[in-house]
């Protein structure tokens, strides 16, 4: 059974937006921490928004101000909402959930390695 699928990315023009989703079986959607990871060519993953069991989100300085992280209880779905995109959010992003014990739900505090449950991925690319 795969639990997290991600939909929602694709090609824009710098500045504009894109939604992705990712919906989760229901057990996984349980799970007390949730989050968005990029992988950007050439480099490792990383945290680009959290949000927590008490819908309290956090997100990498990189992208503050622009995307919003929440949370679709009634589709068990988590969102990314991304205005203003640029050039460097191009990426294959991922939606994570099931933390290690131990860990931080806090997107500047949690890493790759802190997290179970990883779904396949979408692209964004971002250019003119």
């Known amino acids: 059974q795969v639990s997290l699928v991600e939909s929602g990315g694709g090609s824009v023009q710098p500045g504009g937006s894109l939604r992705l989703s990712c919906t989760a079986s229901?057990?996984?959607?349980?799970?007390?921490?949730m989050a968005w990871f990029r992988q950007r060519p050439g480099r490792e993953r990383d945290g680009v928004a959290a949000?927590?069991?008490?819908?309290?989100?956090s997100y990498s300085e990189s992208v503050n101000g622009r995307f919003t992280i929440s949370k679709d209880n009634a589709e068990n779905t988590l969102i990314l909402q991304m205005n203003d995109l640029k050039p460097e959010d191009t990426a294959m992003y991922y939606c994570v959930a099931e933390l290690r014990d131990g860990g931080n739900c806090h997107i500047w505090l949690s890493g790759a390695s802190d997290f179970h449950t990883w779904g396949q991925g979408t692209q964004v690319t971002v250019s003119s």
């Open positions: 229901e057990s996984t959607y349980r799970s007390d921490c």
């Open positions: 949000i927590n069991k008490y819908d309290s989100p």
